[in-house]
């Protein structure tokens, strides 16, 4: 594929990818809130404890396997239908585990309801692993467009039959609609927008070679999952629900932020890392770009939203979210540190060194854990303060193998994030001020602090980030050439 025609692939991808990403956030985001006002914090903790079960369990069933699809340079039918097929049979073996461990479940949290929640949730597992792949091809062609029209469609569905679950009393099982119903409609909308569809092949020999790869990024996301729901076990457990709620609903906000921008650009990248896996000096120049770019977008966000929480929260949750604020602040400065860990990561599962990727994973859950541990004894706002201190630590760890393998480490990596860290903080403090001094009403503070912040941020850019601007104004152009 020559260059201007690999440009233009990934400008379109990332401007699906994007479409993608903000419109089902977009849509999840807006239902979140009528929910929020329907449901209590305590119904939103009791889902959100389940949901850490089925967070794990999808780990094993997708994780490892969809990213070897991605990286392998020679990925055919037989490995896409293989691996479908794969995790079919392990979402069975984990259903079958919670289903029998949903008693035990309800018993440690003394909740009752939890039996039944964990056996009904539990079946997004099977839908799940469908979409894995699915997703997976849609990456590795950079066919981005089919997945926004289903993640879309699938949205709007379920948050309709959520909302009127909620509406109607169906309390805490209204969510636990919304993630069932989500599930199978994507799976069947990518069925009808997706080329790829599984064939009656099977080789095992296929399974074992990507497991190779995938096997140990199984290990490290799994690590990883559990070491990030340890926060939601232990607040659900040692604490209450209320405070599981209430940590959940500050989290949502920063991760959609996240999720929709950073994620966004990194899942279009992995595949293009990976058409260039041999060529450090391109490999270099592209991860540089990856982490400025990310940074760019990211970071105004987050610290913009930081600025604003309170106001935010008083306009679209209401009095009884307050509590959150907190929360949600910390997790913002958390999530801040996300664009140099996902770029590195995503850097070396494109060169294939699956084995740093999880013994990075592995240094870093040691650390992680002996702050939790430290960390409890204070209360949740002093865990989830910690959390965001090792955030910080653990961009070192992920960039350390960078410098010996594409000569780009991590001290290059902070010197290309200032400037965009450095307005993005003057941007967050200015909005800040701006709320303490007005004094009206919070959609109309939270308005006149979003445009004051757009404006500010935009003002700052032009004098002192012309470089990722420039970049940006250039993947606009590439995008309306391959129109």
Request: hydrophobic share 55%; charged share 15%; glycine share 8%.
């Amino acid at each position: 594929m020559a260059g201007k025609e690999i440009k233009q692939k990934i400008a379109g991808g990332i401007f699906w990818k994007l479409m993608e990403n903000g419109g089902a956030q977009g849509i999840q985001f807006v239902i979140a809130i009528i929910l929020a006002r329907l449901l209590t914090p305590a119904e939103y903790g009791v889902v959100g404890i389940i949901m850490i079960f089925i967070i794990i369990a999808n780990v094993i069933v997708q994780n490892g396997f969809s990213t070897a699809l991605v990286q392998k340079q020679n990925a055919d039918e037989v490995d896409f239908s293989s691996v479908c097929y794969f995790d079919l049979l392990v979402a069975c073996f984990m259903y079958g585990i919670l289903y029998l461990a949903a008693p035990a479940i309800a018993r440690f949290y003394r909740i009752e309801e939890l039996r039944a929640i964990v056996r009904v949730l539990a079946v997004v597992l099977f839908p799940g692993g469908v979409i894995s792949v699915q997703t997976a091809y849609v990456s590795r062609k950079l066919e981005f467009k089919g997945l926004f029209l289903s993640t879309l469609a699938a949205s709007v569905v379920s948050g309709m039959v959520s909302i009127w679950m909620a509406y109607t009393g169906f309390g805490v099982w209204a969510m636990v609609g919304q993630q069932v119903v989500y599930y199978f409609a994507l799976m069947g909308a990518l069925f009808l927008m997706v080329s790829w569809k599984p064939a009656a092949l099977f080789a095992w020999d296929r399974i074992k070679e990507m497991f190779a790869f995938g096997g140990k990024l199984l290990a490290a996301s799994l690590i990883d999952t559990l070491f990030n729901n340890l926060y939601g076990l232990i607040m659900g457990k040692i604490y209450n629900k209320e405070i599981l709620g209430v940590y959940n609903r500050g989290d949502q906000f920063p991760k959609m932020i996240v999720n929709n921008l950073g994620a966004a650009i990194q899942s279009v990248l992995l595949p293009a890392f990976s058409v260039h896996q041999k060529e450090p000096q391109k490999m270099r120049q592209m991860l540089r770009r990856a982490v400025q770019l990310s940074s760019f977008l990211v970071l105004p966000m987050l610290l913009g939203l930081c600025a604003v929480a309170d106001t935010l929260v008083l306009a679209l949750l209401g009095e009884k979210w307050i509590s959150c604020v907190p929360y949600l602040r910390i997790m913002c400065v958390a999530y801040s540190f996300w664009p140099i860990h996902i770029t590195n990561l995503q850097a070396i599962n494109a060169i294939g060194r699956s084995d740093v990727f999880l013994k990075l994973e592995i240094i870093k859950k040691i650390v992680g854990i002996m702050g939790l541990l430290a960390g409890i004894p204070f209360g949740p706002l002093v865990l989830v303060g910690i959390k965001a201190a090792l955030d910080f630590f653990c961009t070192f760890i992920n960039a350390w193998p960078n410098k010996r393998l594409l000569g780009y480490g991590i001290l290059r990596q902070w010197a290309d994030i200032i400037p965009s860290a450095g307005i993005s903080l003057a941007m967050c403090m200015a909005v800040y001020a701006l709320g303490s001094a007005l004094s009206a009403g919070p959609w109309i503070k939270l308005a006149v602090q979003i445009l004051a912040g757009i404006g500010i941020y935009c003002l700052l850019a032009v004098l002192f980030a012309r470089e990722n601007l420039r970049f940006l104004l250039g993947v606009a152009r590439e995008r309306s050439q391959s129109r």
